[in-house]
């Protein structure tokens, strides 16, 4: 029998990663070590959810003043301060990732701040020279954001980088239409940015409920994000002359090479072009935009760690094949999160490391469970979804949806126009509830909860017995008593 260094190698330090980690070392009793060549914490923490969130927050100071007026206040807001904020924010990030450290620490997990590649079904080699053998390697490598094929691309930004900009810019083209996208427009446009989006689809946030994107769409465009759909970027340049001036008789700057591609798993952005870009998209417009950047996608971190090489399957993606217990073809090697493209969430990737170690730690083997997952779209206001999309649930089977709109009490009060929308949707056969879906302020607070009665298979009826909390906008979930359609 061979004797390993460890019982589990981790590669990878985010989120699925560390938790995988230290419930096996912890709880299990496992010797653990765990690679990452970046920074602890991975996508979530260092550049994704968190400080999101919390630019989420920021943007949304900017309209207190005029709804405190309607509540006796007299308060004024000054400029927003992009340095102040980002100092905050890249603290907070440094404490964060501290704790991810200390909580591998204290649960007695060896860590390397190294690359890690596989050499073969049992063996790790990191780039500091060392190398470990494991009798289970699990692969925790996250994604990362591309850049479109097209010419000049390297004159844009992706999503990693809006957290170190040295300054905000006075206006961004935002290239893309999925949650990503739309939550940044709504995010810079509340920081005081002009913002304009493209879209090549005929609707925004493609997959969730049509109801509740057009009336996310629709709350973009009040606020003065200037979103085109069926349209995108064709040729971009540097812009030649003052980006302030009328872009008619602009004539773009001399083209900057080829388009710039991902090499392996790190985009090449040492060539970012700082300056104005001029833009030509497919519906006529000319434009120069002081920032351009491409949300147009994730791929999967799973290019030169050489999976391939040892019979580890990877799809059109570049995403990691797995079983339901998240094992790859090689029996010894797993893989969760992002790098698998199967639900691409961080409590996702948690649930599937503690899946992994009750499968091979704890003697329990535990599939994934990838049904009625809830999730929300930071945009303003937000959307709360769980379950099935009425398009989704009328392909299925006969449905009937209960629905509502209206505007909320805080907002009506403050004479402003913003409306919220509740929706059920409804097997006619069996009167579970298929699907929930909110646009609200709060609206992933109430999806949390909502979730857990969508996922216990609560009927229509159930919500109906449920007294309401009154007054607040939630309470309209369980007092809808007659569907607004069936199909």
Request: glycine share 10%.
């Amino acid at each position: 029998m061979m004797n390993f260094d460890y019982d589990l190698f981790v590669i990878g330090g985010g989120s699925g990663g560390v938790r995988a980690a230290r419930v096996a070392a912890g709880e299990a009793g496992a010797k653990v070590a765990l690679a990452e060549e970046d920074r602890y914490g991975g996508t979530c923490v260092i550049r994704g959810c968190v400080p999101k969130k919390l630019m989420v927050f920021a943007s949304e100071f900017a309209t207190l003043p005029g709804e405190a007026a309607a509540y006796g206040w007299d308060m004024s807001l000054g400029d927003f301060d992009w340095t102040r904020f980002s100092g905050h924010l890249n603290a907070e990030l440094d404490r964060l990732e501290g704790v991810y450290r200390s909580l591998l620490k204290n649960s007695g997990v060896d860590t390397f701040d190294a690359r890690a590649t596989i050499r073969d079904a049992h063996t790790v080699q990191l780039s500091s020279g060392e190398s470990f053998t494991a009798k289970h390697i699990l692969i925790a490598t996250g994604g990362h954001p591309v850049r479109p094929d097209i010419p000049n691309a390297h004159l844009g930004i992706v999503s990693d980088d809006i957290f170190h900009l040295p300054k905000l810019p006075k206006s961004v083209l935002i290239i893309g239409g999925g949650y990503i996208a739309c939550e940044f427009a709504c995010i810079l446009n509340g920081l005081g940015v002009e913002v304009t989006q493209y879209y090549r689809g005929a609707q925004i946030l493609r997959g969730f409920d049509d109801q509740a994107r057009g009336m996310i769409a629709d709350h973009m465009r009040e606020k003065g994000i200037d979103l085109h759909l069926g349209t995108n970027i064709l040729e971009m340049a540097p812009a030649a002359g003052d980006h302030h001036l009328s872009v008619d008789g602009l004539v773009p700057g001399a083209a900057m090479g080829a388009s710039v591609r991902a090499s392996g798993d790190l985009l090449a952005t040492s060539d970012h072009h700082e300056g104005p870009v001029w833009v030509k998209a497919s519906n006529g417009s000319q434009q120069v935009f002081e920032t351009v950047l491409f949300a147009t996608g994730r791929d999967p971190n799973s290019r030169n760690l050489g999976l391939e090489e040892i019979g580890i399957e990877l799809g059109r993606r570049g995403e990691i094949r797995v079983d339901e217990y998240s094992q790859t073809a090689v029996p010894s090697i797993y893989a969760i999160g992002d790098v698998t493209n199967r639900v691409n969430l961080t409590p996702v990737a948690i649930r599937e490391g503690m899946a992994f170690v009750e499968t091979v730690f704890k003697g329990n083997p535990t599939p994934v469970d990838h049904d009625l997952i809830p999730s929300a779209v930071f945009t303003q206001p937000e959307m709360g979804t769980v379950g099935l999309s009425e398009e989704d649930a009328r392909a299925q089977e006969p449905v009937e949806i209960y629905c509502t709109s209206f505007r909320p009490m805080r907002t009506a009060f403050a004479g402003q126009p913003d409306r919220v929308m509740m929706k059920l949707v409804v097997s006619r056969a069996t009167r579970r509830v298929l699907g929930c879906h909110i646009v609200a302020p709060g609206a992933a607070e109430m999806i949390q909860l909502a979730g857990i009665a969508v996922k216990m298979g609560a009927t229509k009826e159930d919500f109906d017995r449920t007294v309401a909390v009154h007054p607040t906008m939630s309470e309209e979930m369980v007092t809808m008593r007659s569907p607004t359609r069936t199909a």
